[in-house]
């Protein structure tokens, strides 16, 4: 018992102050757990074959297969017929969209498909992006409690009861497992109470504030990211002479150079790029693109002997509008360049991205970026080609706010991903197959039909999701077998044995949501669903009910930005502060707490 809460404790101290990364410390404590035979060896690595761990898979490569069928483009150009334009029809229309979406696909997923689709809704029509993305993320986390299919700690849950049932005293009654759509009336009461939260106190709990961001089109944006970010100037092309002292140089050294412009494409012979690399050298008659004030780009010119020619002619079709431009974009918590520096990364050399500006908070960085190391949330502003751009989104390491052309990807096979996604969930409700079988059957089915291929299939699932999952469940499973869940619960009971069971449930979820505010809502369910359920075998309560006010609860994050991915992608676009979670989360989570409460007791009075 004491091993198990000293891998409790660890787990939570490293997932809050991050010196390892989440799945590394997952991996560490599974690990840990073989060695120490808390668990038989054989079940160490179980984990990994769960049900829940293979049903959110599935849902993963669904949700992907939706989004490359075009099903939210054709949802965006739904909320633009259904809003008219109307801000307060427009958050509504977005945010119960928003909730249809989350019972089916996982929140994270869903918060960057939705993102880019905000982002154009805004642009399109003059509402402030800050009035729309929180409403956006915190209607993603009050529905995703409406099914068994999106919501990880709900798929987690059946798992852990398993588990429990095996350890349960002589005579007590055995927990039932939940159904695909057990949660339902639960989920759709906090639904319906987050859509109509946000549409009566908007206006009083966000931030009213200008807004530029709808000004960003393909075509002109200059003004947006001249006043954000201080990026100003024009294109230009400076050809280099035999005489110019820029001969024989790399990119990187003339960009260290004193007024040096920023250098976004070169032309030498033959050959084109956007975004040249550091290390590229400069020849004679090499055309640089550049951007930057007109009198510093002349005085530039005339320093280093070279032409300055205003319109672009050789480079004229790497920068047309349609092609390519400035855009913003979001670093996501499953995204690789997490930790990275921008050097390191080597963007201009491996994807042909240029990085202008970053921002973290309310600071811009303009200068040295090179040295710059990534964070969650932060808002890159690149230049690239579109095209380029659309290729580094799909490994999911950068998520594009601005509203850029996008190509349907495979339009012509929306319906064979509807199809197989309604018969994924039909095979859940209407059979006795595991929740694993029948949300495998919808994947397999649109990689068989040609909705998605393999590769992209491996693309669309988030792996440290996965890792974290799989490697977190033994530790629920040894707080069983060890008796460490029945001993927390003893103490719970020791200090709340007189109060009413109402006292007790609020104590679990209120526990529940605070550890899910510092650490994963999985590794918050693992931790607290057994301990709930020796609570309630105690007391004579409804196990399920203690269980399922647990897991709810663990999706109860809205006060800190940290709290859950989701909030975490959506604060740098929104340009959101502490004091903005604060503000509207607060009231946010005692009205999910009570609505929670009362819900589950009804469905188990």
């Not at 084109?272 to 510093?296: F, H, K, N, Y």
Request: glycine share 8%.
């Amino acid at each position: 018992m004491i091993l198990v809460l000293g891998l409790v404790c660890f787990t939570m101290l490293m997932l809050v102050l991050e010196w390892i990364r989440a799945d590394m410390v997952a991996l560490l404590v599974v690990v840990v757990i073989g060695l120490t035979g808390l668990i038989p060896s054989e079940r160490v690595f179980n984990g990994f074959a769960g049900n829940a761990v293979i049903a959110i898979i599935a849902i993963m490569i669904m949700g992907a297969g939706l989004d490359r069928a075009g099903v939210l483009g054709l949802t965006a150009q739904f909320v633009m017929r259904m809003a008219r334009g109307k801000e307060s029809r427009l958050g509504v229309v977005i945010n119960a969209v928003t909730s249809l979406f989350s019972a089916v696909i996982p929140s994270q997923a869903l918060a960057a498909l939705m993102i880019p689709v905000t982002s154009r809704l805004s642009a399109r029509t003059g509402v402030p992006i800050s009035r729309l993305l929180l409403p956006m993320a915190f209607c993603i986390l009050t529905a995703t409690n409406t099914t068994l299919i999106a919501n990880s700690p709900l798929i987690v849950l059946n798992d852990l009861i398993a588990s429990a049932n095996a350890n349960l005293p002589p005579g007590a009654q055995t927990v039932p497992k939940f159904g695909l759509f057990s949660v339902t009336p639960v989920g759709l009461a906090l639904a319906v109470a987050g859509i109509a939260f946000f549409y009566f106190f908007t206006n009083k709990l966000l931030p009213d504030r200008e807004d530029e961001r709808q000004k960003v089109t393909p075509g002109r944006t200059e003004s947006y990211f001249a006043e954000t970010y201080g990026i100003v100037g024009e294109t230009a092309e400076l050809t280099v002479t035999a005489e110019s002292p820029l001969v024989g140089m790399s990119i990187g050294e003339v960009e260290q150079l004193h007024g040096a412009p920023l250098i976004l494409a070169i032309k030498s012979g033959n050959e084109a790029r956007m975004a040249p690399p550091a290390d590229q050298v400069i020849w004679v008659g090499s055309v640089l693109g550049v951007l930057g004030p007109r009198e510093e780009l002349n005085r530039f010119a005339n320093n280093q002997l070279c032409k300055v020619s205003p319109r672009m002619r050789q480079l004229a079709e790497l920068f047309n509008p349609t092609r390519a431009g400035i855009s913003e974009a979001v670093i996501p918590p499953s995204s690789r360049f997490l930790k990275q520096s921008v050097g390191d990364l080597r963007l201009r050399k491996r994807y042909g991205i240029s990085v202008l500006a970053i921002t973290r908070g309310d600071h811009v960085y303009r200068d040295d970026l090179r040295a710059v190391s990534l964070r969650t949330g932060d808002t890159l502003v690149l230049h690239s080609s579109w095209k380029a751009l659309q290729d580094v989104s799909e490994d999911k390491d950068l998520v594009v706010i601005t509203d850029i052309p996008r190509e349907e990807q495979r339009p012509n096979k929306i319906w064979q991903a509807v199809g197989f996604f309604l018969l994924a969930k039909c095979l859940a409700l209407f059979t006795n197959l595991d929740l694993s079988v029948a949300m495998m059957t919808g994947a397999i089915g649109m990689l068989l039909s040609g909705v998605l291929n393999m590769d992209e299939a491996y693309k669309a699932v988030n792996w440290k999701t996965i890792f974290v999952t799989a490697c977190l469940i033994p530790l629920g499973w040894s707080m069983d077998s060890t008796g460490t869940a029945a001993w927390l619960a003893q103490e719970v009971l020791l200090h709340l044995g007189h109060a009413s069971p109402w006292v007790l449930q609020g104590s679990l979820a209120i526990l529940t949501l605070l550890f899910s505010q510092v650490m994963s809502n999985v590794g918050a369910t693992v931790m607290m669903v057994p301990v709930a359920i020796s609570v309630a075998v105690a007391t004579g309560g409804n196990p399920s009910a203690y269980a399922l006010i647990v897991a709810v609860s663990s999706s109860n994050t809205f006060l800190l930005s940290s709290g859950h991915p989701a909030l975490m992608m959506v604060t740098g676009p929104g340009d959101y502060s502490s004091r903005d979670f604060l503000r509207a989360g607060v009231p946010l989570t005692v009205m999910v707490l009570v609505i929670t409460l009362i819900a589950i007791n009804l469905m188990y009075r």
